[in-house]
């Protein structure tokens, strides 16, 4: 399998708010109304929204390609751009998606291994990650990573408040 990751730039907002609705909608439409869902895609995924954050220069997106195939994404933050916290020996990872048709393919770590080497590079601490209290599947994955629950916060999906569960794996 042959891996490759892109850093998105403004001229990848197109792409990336299209693989950005794709795969939040492929992850949570089932558990939550169509209304919510699709508002929430809009306010979260539109292009000037991810312009700005792609402008943030304490964020970082990279694409992941598998064989020349757009298989997902991730996005990290430090310092101020970071959702909580804003430590600065703390690395966030705020997006970490793969399209389904990629899913069980190992790429989900490669994405995971990617951030981490981020945060190593950057002589952070720990990372650290909010996850849906019901997605069981990522809370099994991220706790055999080495990730840790460490807490609580409120996610607003539109109206509707949801807990996400903070997790944090430490560095060495």
Excluded: P
């Excluded at 990290?76 to 020996?89: I, L, R, Y």
Aim: aromatic share 12%; hydrophobic share 35%.
């Amino acid at each position: 399998m042959d891996l490759d990751f892109k850093t998105c730039t403004l001229s990848d907002v197109e792409l990336l708010s299209e693989v950005a609705k794709e795969t939040f909608h492929e992850t949570f439409a089932d558990t939550n109304s169509s209304e919510t869902m699709n508002a929430y895609l809009e306010s979260s995924f539109n292009k000037e929204q991810l312009k700005k954050e792609i402008r943030n220069h304490n964020s970082l997106f990279l694409f992941l390609y598998s064989n020349g195939e757009l298989a997902g994404y991730l996005k990290v933050n430090e310092k101020d751009a970071q959702t909580e916290f804003q430590e600065k020996d703390g690395l966030e990872i705020e997006r970490i998606y793969l399209r389904k048709e990629f899913q069980g393919q190992g790429l989900g770590s490669s994405l995971l291994e990617k951030a981490i080497s981020i945060a190593t590079d950057r002589n952070k601490k720990y990372v650290w990650l909010g996850v849906w209290e019901h997605n069981e599947k990522a809370i099994s994955f991220y706790e055999h990573k080495g990730f840790a629950k460490t807490g609580s916060h409120t996610f607003l999906m539109g109206e509707e408040q949801q807990i996400d569960y903070i997790m944090r794996k430490e560095l060495n």
